[in-house]
């Protein structure tokens, strides 16, 4: 069932479009708010990107519950969140002489990079176990777990914004204004899942309070 964008009805059908013809096709409105049900068909996704970037309720709904990605694509994307997170608790906790001792030896190197990748995945799951506990009656999902993971997920990809920090040096206060935003992402993709009954400050104040519980 097709989710509205605008007032998250799941009363639309199957399909968010009436098709009369190859390559002519009319925009469905929603049954609740009369609104077209996901004009985000239509985009192009640098645009959809865009759209989340600006932490727009309609794109998250769209590419959460409109838009069917393989697990695949979560997991890729899981782990590369998980190798940019570990690049940044190296840059903002460890000093230069602790990460040349480090490096020394390959094997050092190995366990420690295993050690950092186990710590943070806990806290990732920590997050995930916590978030879900608090807000599962209020997912609007058949696999509340499965959808939580996706917006969870989904939401990390501001940090990509930390990529070329690798090539120039940023300051520590671009690394927490990009956390800042994961979690604001977060609240809105959380937000994106739920009941359409569900208030913004029921959401957000859960993801914030699991947020600083797990970390």
């Known amino acids: 069932m097709f989710c509205c964008i605008e007032c998250g009805c799941v009363e639309n059908g199957n399909k968010a479009y009436i098709e009369f013809s190859k390559g002519t096709l009319k925009l469905k409105r929603c049954v609740r708010c009369g609104s077209l049900v996901d004009k985000y068909i239509e985009y192009e996704w640098l645009l959809i990107i865009i759209d989340m970037t600006l932490l727009r309720l309609q794109a998250y709904r ?44 390959s094997r050092t190197t190995a366990m420690y990079a295993a050690l950092l990748a186990i710590r943070i995945s806990c806290e990732q799951a920590a997050f995930f176990v916590l978030l879900l506990s608090t807000i599962w009656s209020s997912i609007c999902h058949q696999s509340p777990g499965w959808a939580l993971c996706k917006a969870v997920t989904l939401s990390s990809y501001v940090i990509v914004a930390i990529v070329p920090m690798t090539i120039w040096d940023s300051p520590k206060l671009f690394i927490r204004i990009v956390e800042v935003m994961v979690l604001a992402s977060t609240i809105v993709s959380t937000k994106a899942i739920a009941k359409s009954t569900c208030k913004w400050s029921f959401i957000g104040f859960r993801v914030i309070a699991c947020f600083f519980a797990s970390t």
């Open 62 to 105: 769209h590419v959460l519950r409109n838009v069917s990605l393989s697990p695949s694509r979560y997991t890729k994307f899981f782990l590369l969140s998980l190798l940019i997170r570990m690049y940044v608790f190296i840059f903002l906790n460890v000093d230069e002489k602790t990460l040349s001792l480090v490096t020394e030896d």
